[in-house]
């Protein structure tokens, strides 16, 4: 049984560039969240998707970042312009129901470094 | 926003030392877990608790969900190399209407041999 898949585990951007952070959430689950976690700090919740629909993104900057979970294929999280401050480690976790309890997972994460 | 107090934040300690850390909220939570995370590597739950005054242990740890559901502890007893890592809590609960999952700042656990 796959784990959580994030890729890449590391990213590298210039200011101004795009990043695309992939998450394949555990076979059987329909539920994902995105969290970013800044270096000596706790994990921040983001967005909450489910099949082809974001639930709760009130964690997400309005600006420049967006979430989908399409009905086949990975969700991603897509970050455009990025400034400094993205710099962070982006967790993605699955569920396969809307509870947030032991059935939460989560992946490995992304490493994301804007130069 | 939502916060979870967690102390201390750092600890260091011998090898077959008990550790004891805590995490308060000013609200309540309906569920409490606590995780630990190695370096590069995402957080993986210990121990979950659904009951205000539940006791559960998992090996050598042990946690508690408070009886006014607004704190938690997590205890390891005789620490061995491999406990070091940051440990985190997490509250699980209704916030603005939406369920969703607090995390404390971590405890960076930090085993001297």
């Known amino acids: 049984n796959a784990g959580v898949m994030q890729n890449p585990r590391h990213l590298v951007r210039r200011r101004g560039q795009e990043a695309r952070l992939r998450c394949s959430p555990m076979?059987?689950?329909?539920?994902v969240y995105w969290y970013r976690q800044l270096p000596e700090e706790g994990l921040k919740f983001m967005v909450y998707?489910?099949?082809?629909?974001?639930?709760?993104e009130s964690g997400m900057p309005k600006e420049r970042f967006s979430a989908e979970f399409p009905k086949e294929g990975p969700s991603i999280l897509r970050i455009q312009q990025v400034v400094r401050g993205d710099s962070a480690a982006y967790f993605c976790?699955?569920?396969?129901?809307?509870?947030?309890?032991?059935?939460?997972?989560f992946g490995s994460g992304t490493q994301l470094s804007v130069l | 926003g939502q916060q979870l107090n967690q102390s201390p934040q750092s600890m260091f300690i011998q090898e077959g030392e008990d550790v004891s850390m805590n995490c308060t909220s000013s609200s309540i939570f309906n569920t409490w877990l606590w995780y630990k995370q190695d370096p590069g590597e995402g957080p993986v739950l210990l121990i979950a608790?659904?009951?205000?005054?539940e006791l559960t242990s998992n090996g050598r740890l042990t946690a508690q969900f408070g009886i006014t559901r607004k704190d938690s502890f997590l205890n390891i007893s005789a620490s061995i190399p491999s406990d070091v890592g940051i440990y985190f809590c997490a509250g699980s609960g209704l916030i603005q209407g939406a369920q969703k999952l607090v995390f404390g700042q971590g405890t960076r656990l930090t085993i001297n041999p």
């Open positions: 976790a699955s569920s396969p129901v809307q509870v947030l309890n032991e059935k939460l997972f």
């Open positions: 998707l489910q099949k082809e629909n974001i639930i709760d």
């Open positions: 608790l659904y009951k205000a005054g």
């Open positions: 076979k059987g689950h329909s539920h």
